[in-house]
Each structure stands twice: as structure tokens, then as C-alpha cells.
């Protein structure tokens, strides 16, 4: 028997209180928590057995009796328990894995058929901002969809695109996960959507820089850096930013450049390598670039291309209302303007799908030639030699 009774416990004063064989009861108050002391390996090691009243001195006993045991046959308790705790949590994961955990296994398996691998849509971020804080570490079959709806009720009318995307994918993750066998069910989306309420979102359309004023911004844009010269390229080329920041001189052949399928806008597979006729002043900027050496066209301080944020950065430093996704918009608006040239070319330009599936299995064409004139006209309007009246020489 030890030094310890139960009723002795009650009257104790703060401290420890030792009931042998290594076993003592750290008191505070009316509470205190169970340690005990042992050696291992020619260490003193103390290990935590629980906190009292919640463990009583029978039970605590019992637990320094179970890991006595485990000493005696060579192995350090803590260690041991240790593993074994890691050991029950993965089992737990494999039969009923959290919310994030199967969210990772869905976006692994889905890796292939997303633009590269899912990072260029930041699949996850919706979940990760708003989601995973939340409700990410309970296990997918205990979540109802009054958490999902606590979840996103914060967003769901303030945020609403980044809300309906975190709906999305997370109806995408309990499908999959009922069908890797799971305790899950799609409903349980459907339901907090249902629960979250109507919504009526107008997306506000990107600012876009009149077609008019886009000669006098391309001329602020001459001569200042890689991340000016590629939102020059954007706007005489009409491409979108992903296509252009990576842009690689091995990607151009005489006057054509290939924009690689990984980087235009559409799922993986469906998406073609896209033929880009270069207008003069394109091939001007394009041989000024060469000329700098380097694979990129319009590398950043560390070499990899310029990103995203410091073209949007360049254009808010310039005082510039408009976008540089909005120069795509500039060139459509001119073409509606001036008559420049017909529907199919136009959305051709914008590397847009024309007509329903059937259709456009038949009609196959890029309509490169009839892009030519269009673009040489559109370069000329940018650069200012339309309206002095020059006429643009190769």
C-alpha cells in the first residue's frame, strides 16, 4: 500500500504529496495532477498520469502499474506512450480522417486534371482561410452542416465569390470521400448552403483602361523594366498575365508565339497550345528583351518570372485606374468601336471557345491569318503610329 488515502488527499495542504514507488500528487487547492518519477537509460524522467480529482488515487495507481510494466520490460513509458497515441491517431484518420486531412487526399487525387497541380486556383486557400480554422481537425463524419454554415457565415454575404468557391470544393471533398467509403454525405453541403441563405452577387467587372487612352499609357510604360515591358506585351498581344510573365524566348518562332497549354486559362486537357501572331512593335520589344539575355522575357530580381502582384503594383504606382487584366477588355471595346474585325476573330484573339462542343469539333482552325491584320492594326493604335499616320515597316 502506499503513503496516500483518499480522504487524507482532501485534507492535504498545497505540494507534493509522494504515495511511493515513484507516484506523486502535485496539490494546488482542490485540484493538482499525477506525476511519476522513474529512471530510464540513467535519466530521471517524470511522466504526467493525469490531473486529480478527475483521476482518483486508485486509478492513478492502476496507470503507474500499466507503465511500471512497460519500464520492466526495457522500453521508456513516455516514449511508448507516445507512439501509441500516434499510432491511434492514424488509425483514426485512415477509418475517419478530419475535414483538412481528406480535403489534401481529394486535391492529391484531383492534382492531374488542375493547372499546375491546383496552385495556379489555390484550391485549398477558400478552405484554409475560412473553413479549416474552424471545423478542419473534426473528424469527417461528425461534421453537420451547422458547422459548415458557423463556418461561413462570417463571408457569405461580405465574401461571397471566395464563400461559394469554399461550397464548392467542399461538396467536391464529401463526394469523394463517400466514395473512398467514408462516413459522409453531400447533403450535409447542400444543406448549409440551403441554410446559409439566398444571395444575389454582382461581380464587378474589372477596371479597364479606355482603348482610347492606352497609347498614352503604353508610352509611360517604354523603357521601365521587365515588369513594364510585360505589360506592354499584354496589351499589344491581348494575352492574359499568365501567359505573358512566363513567357520564354524558346516559345517564339519568326513571328508566332506558342503559348504553352499549362498556362492559358481552361482544365488540363482541354486546354490547346495557343499561336499568338507578334505585331511589329511585339517583335521590336521581344528583340530589346533578347538582348538581356537570359530563357525568360521578363524575369524578377530572382530570376523567376515577374509575378502577378508587381504588374497590379506597377499600374496602382502609375495612378492607373485600370487593371492589367482589363487591357483584354481596352482591346475587345476597340474592336466593337471601330469595326476592326468579325465576332470569330475577335474572341479567337482572346483565345475564347466559340459555338457549343459539336461545333467546335468541326471548326478547328486558329484563324492565325486573319489575326495577323487585326493585331498590326491594334499595335498601331497602341504605339501611336495610326493616328501620326506612319505606316509600321517589318
Known sequence: MGNLTAVGIKKAGDGRHGDGAGLELHKSGATGKWIWRYSFAGKRRQMGLGTYPNVGLSDARKERGRWALVLSQGNDPITE???????????????????EVLAAQVLESKKAGLRRE????RWLSPLERHVFPKIGRKPISTIHQSDVKAA?????????????KAIQRLRIVFRQGKLMGFECD??????AQHMLGEVVHTAAPIPATPWQDVPALFEKLEDQG??????????????????????????????????PSERMKGQVGKVRDFRVPLPAAAMDLIERRRALGGAFLFPGPKGNPVTDASLSKRMRDM????????????????????DACSYDVAETILSHSIGGKVERSY????LLDRRRPVMEAWARHVTGLQSAGVVALR
Do not use: Y
Not at 152 to 164: D, N, V
Not at 363 to 366: I, K, L, Q
Open 81 to 99: 506512450r507516445t507512439a501509441r497515441k500516434n499510432a491511434a491517431k492514424a488509425e483514426m484518420e485512415r477509418n475517419d480522417p478530419p475535414l
Open 118 to 121: 491546383g496552385k495556379a486556383a
Open 152 to 164: 461561413l457565415s462570417g463571408i457569405w454575404r461580405t465574401k461571397t465569390p471566395t464563400a461559394e
Open 186 to 191: 453531400p447533403f450535409t453541403i447542400d444543406a
Open 226 to 259: 521587365a515588369v513594364s515591358s510585360c505589360l506592354q506585351l499584354m496589351i499589344l498581344t491581348a494575352v492574359r498575365a499568365s501567359g505573358c510573365r512566363g513567357m520564354r524566348f524558346d516559345e517564339i518562332d519568326g513571328d508566332i508565339w506558342t503559348v
Open 319 to 338: 495612378e492607373e485606374a485600370g487593371r492589367p487584366h482589363g487591357f483584354r477588355t481596352s482591346f475587345r471595346t476597340w474592336v466593337q468601336d471601330t
Open 363 to 366: 471548326a478547328r482552325s486558329d
